[in-house]
């Protein structure tokens, strides 16, 4: 199966921006498509950015324009770039992983703190 491990949270000014990084134990190009999800308490968890295996990417309106997902697949990480940073978007992050034969792996998590 696949592990996934996020890193890059912290506290940040609104306004400012963060990279959060997520490094998969196997290639990313084996993967349909990989995604950042977040979720603040209390809230549903929701998807942010998704990247497919052939490079096609989808955000939602809340971060479209602000945030871009990309991927290293010689390194077999995965980024999410976010700038503008809102209170809004105060949230733990979460990596997630889809593969073609079901399997659906997610990371720990990484805390992201926007401060007004």
């Known amino acids: 199966q696949v592990q996934l491990v996020e890193s890059g949270g912290g506290l940040v000014q609104a306004g400012g921006s963060l990279r959060l990084s997520c490094a998969a134990s196997?290639?990313?190009?084996?993967?349909?498509?990989m995604g950042w999800y977040r979720q603040a308490p209390g809230k549903q968890r929701e998807l942010v950015a998704l990247?497919?295996?052939?490079?096609?990417?989808n955000y939602p309106d809340s971060v479209k324009g602000r945030f871009t997902i990309s991927r290293d697949n010689a390194k077999n990480m995965v980024y999410l770039q976010m700038n503008s940073l809102k209170p809004e978007d105060t949230a733990v992050y979460y990596c997630?992983?889809?593969?073609?034969?079901?399997?659906?792996?997610w990371g720990k998590g990484t805390l992201v703190t926007v401060s007004s």
């Open positions: 997630h992983a889809m593969q073609a034969g079901g399997g659906r792996y």
């Open positions: 196997e290639s990313i190009f084996s993967i349909s498509a």
């Open positions: 990247i497919t295996s052939g490079g096609s990417t």
